[in-house]
T-cell receptor, first 112, second 113 residues
Framework: DADVTQTPRNRITKTGKRIMLECSQT?????MYWYRQDPGLGLQLIYY???????NKGEISDGYSVSRQAQAKFSLSLESAIPNQTALYFC???????????FGQGTRLTVV | KNQVEQSPQSLIILEGKNCTLQ??????????LRWYKQDTGRGPVSLTI?????NTKSNGRYTATLDADTKQSSLHITASQLSDSASYIC????????????FGTGTRLTVIP
């Protein structure tokens, strides 16, 4: 099993719909992240969490919200999806500030 | 401003040939630099880590270099294989700040037979 699992892997949704992307990890790490990847751009940080009670906005949090249900679970929601949120979304975990980031397989989201 | 720039954006090479990818950064204070490989449709996977005191590190056919003075790193791939076709992302960690990871836009490498 993968250390970081994202569901769904692919999703097509309509403009205005609410959608949730889920992430679970078996690394036992406290730090979890959600990134967005667009063609030609580096990964952009949406939200991050350093423990269950800690939620922080990243560079591009507008239009997104997150929930840290447990140490191992971190979900990303789009309350009202819009076409420019079409992108590849990655969840990642790290043990501490300077350690390796482990990424999930990604969720390809298309908003039509 | 903390930035990571990679070149070239894309590269096509023949199987068996060598290639070198470049990464320049302005991240400060610097902690470490990692090269990640991202296969199409997959998440990035770390290939190697470079810390301030390291100049060269090898991982099989991959050799990374770091010049902390000029803030440049390179990833050299020797005797390329078809499976090396992927995007290679340079990621720099700052030693301060809660959001301390800075990503390059990647180099898309295609190895052709």
């Amino acid at each position: 099993d993968a250390d970081v699992t994202q569901t769904p892997r692919n999703r097509i949704t309509k403009t205005g719909k609410r959608i949730m992307l889920e992430c679970s990890q078996t690394k036992g790490h406290d730090r979890m992240y959600w990134y967005r990847q667009d063609p030609g751009l580096g990964l952009q940080l949406i939200y991050y969490s350093f423990d269950v009670k800690d939620i922080n906005k990243g560079e591009i949090s507008d239009g997104y919200s997150v929930s840290r249900q447990a140490q191992a679970k971190f979900s990303l929601s789009l309350e009202s999806a819009i076409p420019n949120q079409t992108a590849l979304y990655f969840c990642a975990t790290r043990e501490s500030a300077n350690t390796e980031a482990f990424f999930g397989q990604g969720t390809r989201l298309t908003v039509v | 401003k903390n930035q990571v720039e990679q070149s070239p954006q894309s590269l096509i090479i023949l199987e068996g040939k060598n290639c070198t990818l470049q990464c320049n950064y302005t991240v400060s204070p610097f902690s470490n630099l990692r090269w990640y490989k991202q296969d199409t449709g997959r998440g990035p996977v770390s290939l190697t880590i470079m810390t301030f005191s390291e100049n060269t590190k090898s991982n099989g056919r991959y050799t990374a270099t770091l010049d902390a003075d000029t803030k440049q790193s390179s990833l050299h791939i020797t005797a390329s294989q078809l499976s090396d076709s992927a995007s290679y992302i340079c990621v720099v960690s700052a030693s301060a700040g809660a959001n301390n990871l800075f990503f390059g836009t990647g180099t898309r490498l295609t190895v052709i037979p």
